[in-house]
């Protein structure tokens, strides 16, 4: 899982984007962390152990599947699904958070603390720090609580408590921030695993680091199987770690990248979540990137009907690969997606994730300009946990 380019500066900015923006008592606590990152990524016994761990007991490598009669795939275009779906725990959020809590137990951090939205990164969590045999809090909006009822009980029958937020939104911005509180107030023997590509440094670069295991099968795999690389990566992005996982190890190669945000029910403020098409720089959760404010620097709310796109920010790399031009990033509305799931999982027999059903929406509105064109995408999650969602919003037809 080596790096190619682009690792942020010594003050963990990516070009303008980044840093570490945190109170004075989480130095220490990020400074130690990203000592202990570099030190455990440097050990060959720990690599070794965390690919054996996601061999074995999350079922890497994850495969590829080519679509076969979505959006005219199969016929005027190639579509390959990077199918991170089949992980253990159904979606990408197990790479980080295996990651993470191995180093948590290196660091000899007694408890586990998380945030979640749309529940996976929850589930993820508990179920590694279950693995290893560490309490797990997870920190969880009301809303979301209510409209990811099954992945609350994944996570209760995992063993960690399940901690309401019902300040704000009762969303994912809100339970980062009642994380991020309890962290400051337990930072001496508590280890907070961040769900995404976001938050202070070092943990941007670290997220993308365990999430690089996408893009560096995915690389292997398509070109064992056509002899080349695709010509479009495409991923959809709330806090943007699956995407910053497939991208980054082909940020060398000329690729279209494009990124799918949520474009919820409008462009107005508190009806998207499209942070990098329409949001500006700000600092948010302890770093300085794309975000979702009023002119007078005050975080808006985020709006989607998928769950883990529901955050007014981005990692701050996505930020710095849109200013360079790298990456595209364009926004789907809540019904694009939804009719995207229905008609995908009728025609391919996979039920996406929510998330994920933004960027298949994308190759549906795109996919004339995609003919002839080899697109590899990353499905990211399945759409179980979406079940609710779905019927209320009629959905499933």
């Known amino acids: 899982m080596g790096s190619p380019v682009d690792n942020p500066d010594a003050r963990g900015f990516f070009g303008s984007y980044g840093g570490r923006f945190v109170p004075e008592i989480l130095v220490p606590a990020v400074e130690e962390l990203d000592a202990a990152f570099e030190k455990a990524t440097d050990d060959k016994s720990f690599i070794s152990e965390l690919n054996r761990v996601m061999r074995d007991f999350s079922g890497r490598p994850t495969p590829l599947t080519t679509a076969v009669r979505f959006a005219g795939a199969g016929e005027s275009l190639t579509l390959e699904l990077k199918r991170e779906d089949l992980n253990h725990t159904g979606a990408h959020k197990i790479n980080n958070t295996l990651g993470q809590v191995m180093l948590a137990r290196r660091m000899a951090k007694r408890r586990i603390i998380a945030e979640t939205g749309a529940g996976q990164h929850g589930v993820a969590t508990a179920t590694a720090a279950a693995l290893f045999g560490l309490p797990c809090d997870v920190y969880m909006g009301v809303e979301d609580i209510g409209r990811q009822a099954p992945n609350v009980e994944r996570m209760k029958l995992l063993g960690a408590r399940v901690i309401p937020v019902d300040q704000g939104a009762g969303t994912l911005k809100d339970a980062v921030n009642e994380a991020m509180r309890n962290w400051v107030r337990n930072v001496e023997d508590t280890f907070y695993v961040l769900g995404s590509a976001v938050g202070p440094h070092p943990y941007p670069k670290m997220v993308r680091y365990f999430q690089s295991v996408i893009g560096h099968e995915a ?118 997606a939804l009719e995207a799931t229905s008609r995908f999982a009728r025609e391919e027999g996979i039920l996406p994730a929510l998330e994920t059903a933004h960027a298949l929406a994308w190759i549906s509105q795109n996919a004339g300009l995609l003919a002839g064109r080899k697109v590899l995408m990353c499905l990211s999650g399945r759409g179980d946990k979406d079940m609710e969602t779905l019927l209320e919003a009629g959905g499933v037809k």
Do not use: K
Not at 239 to 259: H, K, Q, R, T
Not at 265 to 282: F, I, R, V, Y
Not at 314 to 335: K, N
């Open 219 to 336: 690389r292997e795999q398509f070109q064992n199987r056509y002899g080349t690389l695709p010509d479009i990566l495409l991923a959809c992005v709330g806090g943007g770690s699956n995407a910053a996982g497939l991208f980054y190890p082909f940020l060398d190669d000329d690729i279209e990248m494009v990124g799918v945000e949520a474009g919820g029910e409008g462009s107005d403020p508190g009806q998207h979540g499209a942070s990098l098409e329409l949001g500006s720089p700000g600092i948010f959760h302890g770093s300085l990137s794309y975000v979702l404010q009023d002119e007078d620097g005050q975080i808006e709310t985020a709006h989607s009907v998928s769950a883990g796109l529901d955050y007014p920010g981005v990692g701050p790399e996505h930020s710095h690969w849109l200013e360079t031009g790298r990456v595209s990033y364009q926004r789907v509305s809540d019904s694009d």
